[in-house]
């Protein structure tokens, strides 16, 4: 898929087919994620892949009870490690690091015909202590990898002129 297709296509996908993704194919999602830019190239994110089911239904259960996050054959959980570097600008570099590497990941899971939902509504402590996270390193999002059952539409999006501005804020 063409670089625009794929930024134009991508969609949170929440209903997967009970469907393996093969080990060679999450390489490839997960290498793209690798590849990210990071602050000052520390390269300060972690990613736990969930296969395991009775993990993933503790993950929905930690999702409150969102069901597509269990039903995903795959969810990963992105981390930040590093968590007291800030940005000159006052940001936390992890959550900036970990996002951009996601959105490398969900393009690339998309391309290879996959998708994939951003995940923040969960309870951090329960998916810590399911998949055995050190307390210094924080669960950034939730990501569901898996075929979809189907595409769902696109949202609509507000046009260039309201986000836009050029020079200044005006």
């Known amino acids: 898929m063409e670089l625009f297709d794929t930024v134009r296509h991508r969609r949170s996908v929440r209903s997967f087919e009970d469907r393996h993704v093969s080990q060679e194919t999450l390489e490839k999602v997960l290498d793209a994620a690798r590849r990210a830019p990071s602050a000052r190239n520390k390269q300060d ?90 307390d210094d390193v924080e669960v950034v999002e939730l990501m569901p990898l898996g075929y979809p059952e189907e595409w769902p539409d696109a949202p609509p999006r507000r046009p260039l002129g309201e986000i836009v501005h050029y020079d200044k804020w005006q």
Not at 60 to 74: G, L, M, T
Not at 75 to 80: D, E, P, S
Not at 83 to 91: A, I, K, N, R, V
């Open 45 to 134: 994110w972690r990613f736990v892949v969930v296969r395991d089911e009775g993990l993933r239904d503790q993950l929905k259960s930690a999702a409150y009870d969102q069901d597509f996050v269990a039903e995903a054959p795959i969810v990963i959980a992105a981390c930040g490690v590093d968590t007291d570097d800030t940005m000159t600008c006052g940001h936390p570099a992890y959550l900036v690091d970990v996002s951009i590497a996601l959105d490398h990941l969900t393009l690339a899971a998309r391309a290879e015909g996959l998708g994939t939902c951003w995940v923040g509504k969960f309870d951090q402590e329960p998916v810590k202590e399911a998949l055995e996270i050190p």
